[in-house]
């Protein structure tokens, strides 16, 4: 079956560091590629998407390449801030050839990141 | 635009009581999805119904039964809640389509005793 694996968190780092979140999956057909934003106390929002291989997806400062390859997706951003403390999630998506998604998205564990000033 | 709403927001139950949670959506979506969230294990999907009149199982559907009313609103019962039931549930919603983008309510903490 779909599985989506992150790296081990929580991940903590000072304002203006690089981020990186790792993430990989298994999908038997065609995957879309997401991450997923939630901040304390709220729900998920989708921060970027990436529909096919080699599509970056953006948002925010935020940057991820899908790798079909390496299987990979992961999260970077240049300079963090605190506002983007929260957890982060990569979830799949799969889809037949034909593109008609299956209807349900596959989540991994979620890495929670703390940014300091 | 509200987007998806949840109620309630908090509910602490004692083993074996019963509880309905709501979900409704104002996109016009056709999809619906219920998940918990669990620490450490990210969202699991309970039931989902991708369109109105069809509801099927996700990965965690023991213990839980779903209605889905009509196409706006997509409800979450617990029968006969156990201490294992106790997490954050989150509704969310899709439209028919090849990426599959899903938007999140705000989710409902359940605490079973």
């Known amino acids: 079956g779909d599985s989506v694996t992150q790296m081990e968190g929580p991940v903590t780092l000072s304002e203006e560091a690089f981020l990186t979140i790792n993430c990989t999956y298994t999908?038997?057909?065609?995957?879309?590629l997401f991450w997923y934003v939630q901040y304390p106390g709220e729900g998920l929002q989708l921060l970027l998407k990436?529909?096919?291989?080699?599509d970056k997806g953006s948002n925010k400062g935020f940057e991820a390449t899908y790798r079909k390859e390496t299987t990979s997706f992961h999260l970077e951003k240049g300079s963090v801030q605190v506002s983007d403390s929260a957890v982060y999630f990569c979830?799949?998506?799969?889809?037949?050839?034909?593109?008609?998604?299956?209807?349900?998205?596959?989540f991994g564990q979620g890495t929670i990141l703390t940014v300091h000033p | 635009n509200a987007g998806v709403t949840q109620t309630p927001k908090f509910q602490v139950l004692k083993t074996g009581q019963s509880m309905t949670l709501q979900c409704a959506q104002d996109m016009n979506h056709n999809s619906m999805y219920w998940y918990r969230q669990d620490p450490g294990m990210g969202l699991r999907l309970i039931y989902y119904s991708a369109s109105e009149g069809t509801t099927d199982k996700g990965e965690v559907p023991n213990g839980y039964n779903v209605s889905r009313l009509n196409k706006r609103e997509f409800s979450l019962r617990l029968e006969s809640a156990a201490p294992s039931q106790t997490s954050v549930y989150f509704c969310a919603s899709s439209a028919t389509g090849r990426s599959n983008e899903q938007f999140f309510g705000p989710g409902t903490r359940l605490t079973v005793l």
């Open positions: 999908a038997t057909g065609y995957p879309s």
């Open positions: 979830a799949l998506s799969d889809r037949n050839a034909g593109g008609t998604s299956y209807g349900k998205l596959t």
């Open positions: 990436a529909t096919k291989a080699d």
